[in-house]
């Protein structure tokens, strides 16, 4: 099973690392050669996102089983079930692309793990929000955590690549999985597309 994951560059980088570890973990010999496709900036819109699906799923030796989308849904969509739907039109009718997405930015699936954010950034401070998935407003968690590390005693901004990675280093992914319903929509996808009988609740 190969599957070809979209996603902004940074998101790769923070994430790739602690996804490998939690998928191989529940799919024991069963493990997808997971791709990902980076898109600077975002992912493609529109006829670029059908042609970029059509490609990966229909031409070349290493053509992928499953395409999936993944797109933060701030700033340029009102919500997720938005976001899903305007990019499922755009591909059209293709079984074998699964849009989704991290509400509001991928910086939300950071906040269950917050004793090791306020560790990083050396700030003793409330969390955002009950619910990780709804912390928006207009001030998105990729916002608020530059502010946090900014007024902490850190002493630096907030780096995605570098401060994701080791606020998901070693941890467990189930943790945002079941504070994060996106999120676990997302590895649900994964599962169901190489075990049937691995999904998560």
């Known amino acids: 099973m190969r599957i070809t994951i979209l996603c902004e560059g940074k998101t790769e980088k923070a994430f790739k690392p602690c996804l490998l570890a939690f998928l191989r973990a529940q799919l024991d010999g069963k493990m997808p050669k997971l791709v990902f496709d980076i898109h600077n900036g975002a992912i493609p819109t529109e006829k670029n996102l059908q042609r970029t699906v059509s490609n990966l799923l229909d031409t070349g030796a290493k053509r992928s089983d499953a395409v999936i989308a993944l797109t933060d849904v701030y700033p340029e969509f009102k919500d997720a079930k938005t976001a899903k739907e305007q990019m499922q039109q755009?591909?059209?009718?293709?079984?074998?692309?699964y849009p989704?997405?991290?509400?509001?930015?991928?910086?939300?699936?950071?906040?269950?793990?917050?004793?090791?954010?306020?560790d990083l950034a050396k700030k003793n401070s409330s969390p955002f929000g009950a619910h990780?998935?709804?912390?928006n407003h207009g001030n998105p968690p990729a916002h608020r955590l530059k502010r946090m590390f900014e007024a902490g005693r850190c002493r630096d901004s907030y780096n995605k690549p570098r401060d994701a990675g080791r606020i998901l280093k070693g941890k467990d992914l189930l943790v945002s999985i079941n504070a994060c319903p996106e999120l676990k929509a997302f590895i649900n996808t994964i599962l169901r597309l190489c075990d049937k009988t691995k999904i998560i609740a």
């Open 100 to 118: 989704h997405v991290a509400l509001y930015d991928f910086e939300a699936w950071l906040l269950p793990y917050w004793s090791d954010i306020k």
């Open 90 to 97: 755009w591909v059209g009718k293709e079984t074998r692309f």
């Open 132 to 135: 990780p998935e709804g912390v």
